[in-house]
């Protein structure tokens, strides 16, 4: 990665540190579940206004580093308004893309591609896929909370 690219998502993430997106929560919600990492003690809530299979509102709220506070924001972005289905797709793409499955420049991912740099880091691997396992939770429905130290189906 270039430095460019390394300034880019440093920009990135610092942004949505400051002001993350759909931060907050929802009058509403029909789903929502809790998402928390052990390994460094982010906690986040993702609550979802589902429509039949679109995701027709998103919030997130919690305490979390800024690599788990600037994806959650730009996965709420990415997915509001959004099919099921597709926020699942990209669920997958973006894990695979920071886990090394997938080389970023051979899937679409959209903004989040500026994430990709986590993948040098896997430390920062779970705090970037926090709030995507809480997601995933909340669309299917499961009990508990999510945690970065078990196993989901599809996260």
Sequence with gaps: MSSAEDDLYQQIVMEHKRAPRNFGHLEHPTHQAQGTNPSCGDKIAVELELDGETIKSIAFSGQACAICMASSSMM?????????????????????VLTGEIDPDDVEIGKLIALAAVRRYPSRIKCALLGWHALMHAITGQDGTASTETSHSGV
């Design 76 to 96: 709420t972005e990415a997915i509001k308004g959004r099919d099921v289905q597709l926020a699942k797709d990209l669920q997958a793409h973006f894990r695979a």
